[in-house]
Nanobody, 125 residues
Framework: AVRLAESGGGSIQTGGSLRLSCAAS????????MGWFREAPGKEREGVAL???????RHAGSVADRFTISIDKVNNILYLEMNNLKSEDTAMYYC???????????????????WGQGTQVAVSS
C-alpha cells in the first residue's frame, strides 16, 4: 500500500523557517504529481505547492515568495521549505500524490489519490 509520512512540523515564531519532509513508499513507478496542502481550523483544505514528474512546480500565490517545494527522487522524499512564516500559515500540512501528471485544476483535492496523515505547523508572534 502507498504510504506518505510527513515530518518536520512544530511550533515556531513569526518570521522563522521550517522544512517539512514527506517520505513516500509502496508505489510502483513514478507519481505524476506530488504536493503539499494545508488545512487550518474551520477552513477548507487548500493547495500550497506541487511538483510534477518533470520537476516543474507551482506554488500558491500566498506562499510563492516564501515556500519552495523540492523532491529527492533517489530516496522518494518530498520537501517543503518554508521561510518567513506568518501566523496565517498555521495549519495541518498534508503531503499528497497523484498517479497522473496534470496541469489544470491542480489544487483540487479530488485530483489527488494518496494522502499522508499530516504534520502540524503552529506560528505565533
Amino acid at each position: 500500500a502507498v504510504r506518505l509520512a510527513e515530518s518536520g512540523g512544530g511550533s515556531i515564531q513569526t518570521g522563522g523557517s521550517l522544512r517539512l519532509s514527506c517520505a513516500a513508499s509502496g508505489y510502483t513507478g513514478t507519481f505524476g504529481c506530488m504536493g503539499w496542502f494545508r488545512e487550518a481550523p474551520g477552513k477548507e483544505r487548500e493547495g500550497v505547492a506541487l511538483i510534477r514528474s518533470d520537476r516543474t512546480t507551482r506554488h500558491a500565490g500566498s506562499v510563492a515568495d516564501r515556500f519552495t517545494i523540492s523532491i529527492d527522487k533517489v530516496n522518494n522524499i518530498l520537501y517543503l521549505e518554508m521561510n518567513n512564516l506568518k501566523s496565517e500559515d498555521t495549519a495541518m500540512y498534508y503531503c499528497a500524490a497523484a498517479r497522473t501528471h496534470f496541469d489544470v485544476d491542480v489544487f483540487n483535492v479530488r485530483m489527488w489519490q494518496f494522502w499522508g496523515q499530516g504534520t502540524q505547523v503552529a506560528v505565533s508572534s
